[in-house]
C-alpha cells in the first residue's frame, strides 16, 4: 500500500484547471455532469484512503478494541508515517462525516419546511407567495410534489414574456434535478477540501443549463437574459429570502456572465471535448486523476484487507 494510500487525498488538484475551463468552453449540461462526477469519485476514494489510515492510527491506540494482531510491525510498516497519519485520520475521518452528515441533515430539513410553508396553498406547480420581497426558487419534491415558488414582489417586476422565462428556468432546475448535482458537489467539498472549485463551478454550470433550456423553451436568448438581469437588480435580498440551497433565477452564479452568454450564441452541444484543445486537456487531465484516485484506493484496501487478515488470529 505504501505512500500510495495518500494519493486519493491529492490527486483532486488535477481537476482545478477544468474546474475554470469548462465553464467557459463546454455546454453546461455536459460540465454540471462531468464536475459532479470527478468531484464525487475522487471524494469517496479520499475518504475511503482516510479510512484506511484511520484503522492503522486506531490500531496504535492503547485499549483498542482491534485484535492484537493489528498493531504488529507488519501492519505498522503497511501505511508510511503511520504513528502521525494515521493518529490524525481518526478526528479528521470523523469530522468529515459528521459535517457531511450535518450537511445532508440541513438540507433535507430545509426542504421539509419549504414544503409545510406551502401546505395552506392550493397544490399547484406554481406556487405564488403574496410577499413583496422579490425572489423566486425550485423546490424539488419527486415527482408531483416539485414546484416554482415565486413571489408577487417579483411577478410585478416582469413582463409577461420574462415571467414565462423565469418558469422555464425554475422548472429545467427540477427537471434536471439540478439539487443533486449541488449537493453531490457541495458534500465533495467538505470531504476533501481541494474540491471546492468544482463546487462553485457546478453551482454557475446549473444555472447556465436552466438558463439555455429556458431560452430554447420560450424561444428567445434575449428575453432571459433580461429576467435575469431584472431579477438581480431588484432582488438584492433574494438568497436570505429564499430557502439556503435552492435553485433560483438570480441567486446563484455570476449574473453578468450568465447574461453575456445568453446575449451570444448557444453553445455546441459536446459529449467530450476534442483532446487537442486546453479544456480536452484539461478534461482529460481530471479524468486520469480520477481514474488514478480509484485505482490508489482500491489497491490500497485490497492490501490493507489482505494484511489485516494475514494478523488476525483465528
Excluded at 504513528?83 to 485520520?89: F, L, N, S, T, W
Excluded at 415527482?143 to 423565469?166: I, N, S
Excluded at 435575469?228 to 435552492?246: D, F, R
Amino acid at each position: 500500500m505504501g505512500v500510495f494510500v495518500f494519493l486519493p487525498l491529492v490527486l483532486p488538484l488535477t481537476a482545478w484547471p477544468i474546474a475554470r475551463l469548462a465553464e467557459q468552453h463546454l455546454h453546461p449540461r455536459t460540465a454540471t455532469r462531468l464536475l459532479t462526477w470527478v468531484a464525487a469519485v475522487m471524494a469517496v476514494c479520499s475518504t475511503l484512503c482516510l479510512a484506511l489510515v484511520m484503522v492503522v492510527g486506531t490500531a496504535q491506540l492503547p485499549g483498542n478494541p482491534l485484535p492484537d494482531g493489528w498493531s504488529d510491525p507488519e501492519v505498522r510498516a503497511a501505511v508510511p508515517y503511520d504513528e502521525v497519519a494515521g493518529k490524525a485520520a481518526i478526528p479528521a475521518l470523523f469530522a468529515v462525516l459528521a459535517v457531511c452528515g450535518r450537511t445532508w441533515w440541513r438540507q433535507a430539513r430545509v426542504r421539509r419546511r419549504a414544503h409545510r410553508a406551502l401546505a395552506g396553498l392550493r397544490n399547484t406547480e406554481v406556487a405564488v407567495l403574496p410577499d413583496g420581497v422579490p425572489y423566486a426558487y425550485a423546490l424539488p419534491g419527486g415527482g408531483r410534489r416539485d414546484r416554482v415558488v415565486v413571489t408577487t414582489g417579483l411577478l410585478a417586476c416582469l413582463e409577461p414574456a420574462e415571467r414565462r422565462a423565469l418558469f422555464a428556468h425554475e422548472r429545467a432546475h427540477l427537471a434536471a434535478r439540478h439539487h443533486r448535482f449541488l449537493l453531490a458537489v457541495r458534500l465533495a467539498a467538505q470531504a476533501n477540501p481541494f474540491l471546492r472549485p468544482l463546487r462553485t463551478a457546478v453551482s454557475y454550470t446549473t444555472e447556465r443549463w436552466a438558463d439555455e433550456d429556458a431560452a430554447r423553451t420560450v424561444g428567445s436568448r434575449r428575453t432571459v437574459a433580461r429576467a435575469i438581469g431584472k431579477a438581480a437588480l431588484v432582488s438584492p435580498g433574494a438568497p436570505a429570502a429564499a430557502p439556503a440551497g435552492l435553485a433560483g433565477l438570480a441567486a446563484a452564479g455570476p449574473v453578468p456572465r450568465r447574461v453575456a452568454a445568453l446575449l451570444g450564441p448557444a453553445p455546441a452541444v459536446r459529449s467530450w471535448p476534442s483532446l487537442f484543445t486546453a479544456v480536452g486537456v484539461a478534461a482529460w487531465g481530471a479524468a486520469t486523476g480520477a481514474v488514478v484516485s480509484a485505482m490508489s484506493s482500491a489497491n490500497s484496501a485490497v492490501t490493507m484487507v489482505l494484511i489485516l487478515h494475514a494478523a488476525t488470529p483465528l
